[in-house]
C-alpha cells in the first residue's frame, strides 16, 4: 500500500516540476517576470527600511567589505589592464579635449577654488602657514637661480664660480632665501591680493588658457602623463586606501555614513527609497528581462533548474506526512 502511495507522490512530483518548468519557459516568463515586480513593488510600499534590516546590521555588512575583506593584488593588475585600454583608445581619438570636459564644469570648480582666499580665515592661514610660504618662497629662489643659470654665459658661471668665495654665495643665498620668505609672507597677507578685480582677473586668464587648451585632441594627453603615470598614481592611492580603511577614524566615518542614511530614509518606505535612489519600475523590469530568460534557459538546457527543483520537492513528497495524505 505505502509503495503505491509512494508511485502516486513520484506522480505529483513529476507533474509539480513540469508545470514549474512551464511556467519559467522563455514564452511564459515575460509575463510572469512583469507581474511578480509589480507584486514585489506593491508590497514594498507597505514596509520601511527598518521594519526589514537595521544601522547595526548595515554597519556590521559594510565594515566585513570594506575593512575586513582582504584587498587581491588582481585589482591594481586590472585596473592597470583597463587603464592600459583606456589610453590607447583615448590617444586612437579624434575628439578634442572640449568634447570629454565641458567648459562650464572647469569655470565651476575654478570659481569654487577662488571663493576659497575670500575668507578672513583663508587668507589669516596663507599669510601665516610656515609650510607654504617656505614652499613658495624656495620655489621663487630656484626659479631666481635658473634664470640666472640661463642668462649668465657659461664662460661667465665658469669665472664667477672660480673666483667667487663658496661661504660668500652661501650667505648671498641665505639671505636670498630670508628676502624672499619675508616677501612671500607680506605678499599673501596684502588684503589687495583678494579683491573681487584681481581674482576676476585671474578667472579670465584660466578661462583664455582653457579654451586653448580645450581645442586639442584627446590623443595629446599622451604629451601629459603617460598609461605608467596612471597606473602608478592609482597604485599610491590604493595602498592609501588599504591602510586608511584598518584605522579607527575610518570606522567611525564608516558609522557615522550608515548612522546618517538611517537617520534620512529609515522610516521611508522601501517603494519610496527606491525611488529617492533613482531605481523605477522600467529599470528593474528591463534588467529583469535581460538577465532572467537566458539564465534560466541555460539553467533549463544544463538541467540544473529541473534538478534543483526535485531536489527541494523530493523530500516533501516522500516525507510520511504527505504519504498519508493520500490514503
Known amino acids: 500500500m505505502t509503495d503505491n502511495k509512494q508511485k502516486v507522490a513520484n506522480r505529483l512530483l513529476d507533474g509539480l516540476v513540469d508545470y514549474l518548468l512551464a511556467r519559467l519557459a522563455p514564452a511564459q516568463l515575460e509575463g510572469l517576470i512583469e507581474t511578480e515586480l509589480d507584486y514585489l513593488l506593491e508590497q514594498a510600499g507597505r514596509y520601511t527600511l527598518t521594519e526589514w534590516v537595521s544601522a547595526e546590521q548595515i554597519h556590521h555588512t559594510a565594515r566585513k567589505y570594506a575593512v575586513e575583506m582582504h584587498i587581491s593584488g588582481a585589482i591594481p593588475e586590472l585596473v592597470g589592464d583597463m587603464v ?17 570636459i565641458d567648459e562650464d564644469v572647469v569655470m565651476a570648480l575654478l570659481d569654487k577654488v577662488l571663493e576659497i582666499p575670500l575668507s578672513r580665515q583663508g587668507m ?21 637661480k635658473t634664470l640666472l ?28 632665501q630670508e628676502w624672499l620668505l619675508r616677501r612671500t609672507e607680506q605678499l599673501l597677507s596684502d588684503p589687495y ?57 575610518f570606522n567611525s566615518l ?26 523605477t519600475r522600467e529599470m528593474m523590469l528591463d534588467d529583469a528581462r535581460r538577465f532572467a530568460p537566458p539564465i534560466l534557459d541555460k539553467l533549463r538546457t544544463e538541467g540544473l533548474l529541473e534538478e534543483w527543483l526535485r531536489r527541494h520537492l523530493k523530500g516533501y513528497f516522500e516525507a510520511e506526512e504527505t504519504l498519508d495524505l493520500l490514503s
Open 254 to 279: 564608516l558609522l557615522s555614513g550608515v548612522n546618517a542614511f538611517f537617520e534620512k530614509y529609515g522610516d521611508t518606505s522601501l517603494t519610496e527609497l527606491l525611488e529617492e535612489m533613482g531605481v
Open 193 to 249: 591680493l583678494y579683491r573681487d578685480e584681481n581674482l576676476d582677473e585671474l578667472r579670465e586668464l584660466v578661462l583664455v588658457a582653457w579654451q586653448e587648451f580645450a581645442q586639442r585632441p584627446v590623443a595629446d594627453v599622451r604629451e601629459l602623463v603617460t598609461s605608467e603615470d596612471i597606473q602608478e598614481l592609482f597604485v599610491i592611492g590604493f595602498e592609501y586606501w588599504r591602510e586608511l580603511r584598518h584605522t579607527d577614524y
Open 149 to 176: 643659470h640661463q642668462g649668465l654665459p657659461a664662460p661667465l658661471r665658469e669665472q664667477l664660480g672660480k673666483r667667487l668665495p663658496a661661504r660668500w654665495v652661501s650667505s648671498v643665498e641665505t639671505r636670498l
Open 124 to 144: 589669516a592661514w596663507l599669510g601665516r602657514n610656515p609650510v607654504l610660504l617656505a614652499l613658495l618662497a624656495g620655489g621663487a629662489q630656484m626659479g631666481l
Open 84 to 100: 592600459e585600454k583606456f589610453y590607447d583608445q583615448a590617444a586612437d581619438s579624434d575628439r578634442v579635449v572640449a568634447d570629454v
